[in-house]
Each structure stands twice: as structure tokens, then as C-alpha cells.
């Protein structure tokens, strides 16, 4: 974000831009350690387990229904993308 902060994804701010997730700030922490960061690892690993549901930002997510799991890796559906 302008202020540095740096959210996992474009649905980390709310419509009234109340921050919901915030994993660093580029003007404290370099980008590769904030990607790397246990923040970070968490959600990965909550995501692949198929558990985002767990984080408050991914449970109010419109397009958490559209993510699925493949090859342990995320992917979006084709759908999403073609809007």
C-alpha cells in the first residue's frame, strides 16, 4: 500500500479500507523477508491445507470458493480469470 504496508492479497483491505491483514512494511522490513515471514508461512500452509477459513481475511474472501487445491499448489479457477 502507499504507506508500505503490505497485505497478502488484493482483498486484505475492506470496502471502508480497514486493513485486515497486514504481514509488513516494506519501508521497515526488505519485500523477501516480509514474503518469508512466519505470517506469511502461516497462511501458505493454512491455504494448502485447505484451511484458509481459519484467517479472518480469507473467510470474508468473495473468491475463496473460487481457489482450489492442485498439486499443492493454488491456482485460480479458470472462470476468475477470464472476468
Do not use: F
Request: proline share 2%; charged share 25%; hydrophobic share 35%.
Amino acid at each position: 500500500l502507499a504507506d508500505g504496508d503490505v497485505i497478502p492479497c488484493c482483498r486484505g483491505v475492506s470496502e471502508g479500507m480497514h486493513k485486515l491483514m497486514v504481514v509488513g512494511n516494506v519501508h521497515k522490513t526488505p519485500l523477501k523477508y516480509i514474503w518469508k515471514s512466519k505470517k506469511m508461512t502461516i497462511l501458505r500452509n493454512l491455504h494448502r491445507a485447505g484451511n484458509s477459513h481459519a484467517s479472518r481475511m480469507c473467510r470474508v474472501c468473495g473468491l475463496r470458493k473460487e481457489v482450489i487445491r492442485q498439486n499443492g499448489e493454488m491456482y485460480i479457477v479458470r472462470q476468475v480469470i477470464q472476468e
